[in-house]
Nanobody, 122 residues
Framework: QVQLVESGGGLVQAGGSLRLSCAAS????????MGWFRQAPGKERELVAA????????HYADFVKGRFTISRDNAKNTVSLQMNSLKPEDTAVYAC??????WGPGARYTYWGQGTQVTVSS
């Protein structure tokens, strides 16, 4: 089992940057593939980025490619999302999640953080 806690959200102007971090408890963090999801009001939750167990393979949704970067540090039990060139449409609650099986869009994400609000003003 793993517990996830996000940090780093906030208010930023369009074109700005934010870095989200997700700290995981437990000694088996490296056995979980990780993902960042977001959900805007009135919209379904969507996968933003994912990273495999070792961090060598990543996946990005088309709407963030070239702007966001996901990374992980298994020694520190953290996964991060660097968000650059933010747009108002990126406004949402962002949450990290851990998958016990598989990775990327097809994985089953079992554990979730509480989420952190990102607001991008125009």
């Amino acid at each position: 089992q793993v517990q996830l806690v996000e940090s780093g959200g906030g208010l930023v102007q369009a074109g700005g940057s934010l870095r989200l971090s997700c700290a995981a408890s437990g000694r088996t963090f490296s056995s979980y593939a990780m993902g960042w999801f977001r959900q805007a009001p009135g919209k379904e939750r969507e996968l933003v980025a994912a990273i495999n167990w070792g961090g060598g393979i990543t996946h990005y949704a088309d709407f963030v490619k070239g702007r966001f970067t996901i990374s992980r540090d298994n020694a520190k039990n953290t996964v991060s999302l660097q968000m650059n060139s933010l747009k108002p449409e990126d406004t949402a609650v962002y949450a990290c999640a851990a998958a016990e099986r598989g990775w990327g869009p097809g994985a089953r994400y079992t554990y979730w953080g509480q989420g952190t609000q990102v607001t991008v003003s125009s």
